[in-house]
């Protein structure tokens, strides 16, 4: 397959270059390390909060990468045929056919599917480069999977990877909520875009909005990423609340933002973002597949009592009994996790701490857990 970058193909290049120079000379990756308390190193909490996100290296071990690969290649496989078809190329029923709730998402390939428009509340204004797709390319390609953890234990697991869950505790406090969880594919040669755009449409305009209002989101990458297939986000983009993207772009009028960097990861790195730093990716024109195992956490006073959704989820309010319900997950993945490696000391998750012992992952588990999406809780 060949694709035609057209005249945008040397500037692309430059500037993925400059990006990736830019991104390793930052001071925010390392090891996660905590402190003899058992808390998150401060220096790497500091470097998250000045720069809006932080990459975690050898996050996952070999063991926990071969059980989530195994499962995604299985998602993968059991995607539809093409958008909107209930069955798989093999002819059986598609993946999460059966479910009320969102699953697969196709686009074209090499396409921006949200840029321009008036998707997610119109959050993504700029339209991205769109380069020309082979002409044996598929009409559409798997782009993300959502609902994840009730298709695939390994991702279940990783959910409750108590590493993990201590971050989310250093960043949004011991009483942390949920948020979403999906999988990110870029096919290469063939994955999507996802257009500039800051996360989060509830809080803008409140006056305690801080820089971390909306939460953040985990990303686990299976096989690394770069510049030409990873996310990109502009350093620091957090910290001023609600950003005019149109306005970031640099002198000629590009989707090329000059202050982004791109993730640059090895297999089995964990990267952390906050969700109102400006972010987004290309088309993923280079060789390499990129894989991101995707979950996002909450503080509980940025979602107790408001009323939110048409994102994630309908619109609803998220009362104590609505966040308490989908917060069995993270039990049910300790417990997964616990199974599996019977070793490691579990996260002990404090709003359920009077629950531990009721959510233990077994078949009724997973039968409890089917459309579990539908309750995300998206602000």
Known sequence: MTIDFGADQAAMTRYMEEGTARALAMDNRGPVRFTADGKLEPAILDSY??????????????????????????????APATKGSPVDKHGRPALGADLKGRSYRMVKPLSDPMGGTDANYGRHPVKMLEPKAATDAPD?????????????????RLYSHPHLLAIAEAIN?????????AIWVKEPRLGGSVAWHQDGWTHWDDPALDEGTHGFNSMMQLYGCDAANGLWVVPGSHRHG??????LRDTDGTERLPDAVPFICNPGD??????QVVHGSFANTSDNIRVTINAGFHRRASVLGVRSGGVHNEITTYDDAYIRHRARLILYGVD?????????????????????????????AKADIRDYNLQDIGI
């Open 270 to 275: 964990m990267a952390i973002t906050n969700r």
């Open 49 to 78: 909060w000045r720069h809006g996100f932080y990459i975690f290296e050898n996050f996952c071990g070999a063991d926990e990468l071969d059980d989530i690969a195994k499962g995604v290649t299985e998602i993968q496989d059991r």
């Open 242 to 247: 609600k950003l005019d993207v149109m306005m």
């Open 336 to 364: 997964a996790r616990r199974q599996r490696f019977p070793h490691e000391t579990p996260y002990a998750y404090a709003p359920l701490a009077d629950s531990a012992q009721a959510y233990p992952w077994n078949a009724a």
């Open 173 to 181: 406090g011991p009483d942390f909520t949920p948020f979403n969880e």
């Open 140 to 156: 559409y390609v798997m782009h993300v999977l959502v609902g994840s953890l009730q298709h695939s234990d390994a991702c279940l």
